[in-house]
């Protein structure tokens, strides 16, 4: 089993910054690539971004430029830097882990709601 527990969360005005923070713990060598998604109220759970163990990271074309993902391993943490905050951005936002190879499992976490003010 694996943990993921996000933070850094909140209330922010447009334009401003926030980061997110998504620790692991537990059985970690189980999983590889680490993301986020968001929901937004009345919306499906989208991709915001992923980084594979190795460091390649992806975005959505949404926040490319803007959002930066990025990982420890020695922490199992990843982390997404958002910059230039937009109200659209305004979602709960998800840690996902994907397994390694040779597991199967998928981990989520809780979410942490990020809002952004006009």
């Known amino acids: 089993q694996v943990q993921l527990v996000e933070s850094g969360g909140g209330l922010v005005q447009a334009g401003r910054s926030l980061r997110l923070s998504c620790a692991a713990s537990g059985n970690t060598f189980s999983i590889n690539t680490m993301g986020w998604y968001r929901q937004a109220p009345g919306k499906q759970r989208g991709l915001v971004a992923y980084?594979?163990?190795?460091?390649?990271?992806i975005y959505a074309d949404s926040v490319k430029g803007r959002f930066i993902i990025s990982r420890d391993n020695l922490k199992n943490t990843v982390y997404l830097q958002m910059n230039s905050l937009k109200p659209e951005d305004t979602a709960v936002y998800y840690c996902?882990?994907?397994?390694?190879?040779?597991?199967?499992?998928?981990?989520w976490g809780q979410g942490t709601q990020v809002t952004v003010s006009s």
């Open positions: 980084i594979t163990r190795g460091g390649i990271p």
């Open positions: 996902k882990a994907d397994p390694a190879l040779g597991y199967s499992d998928v981990y």
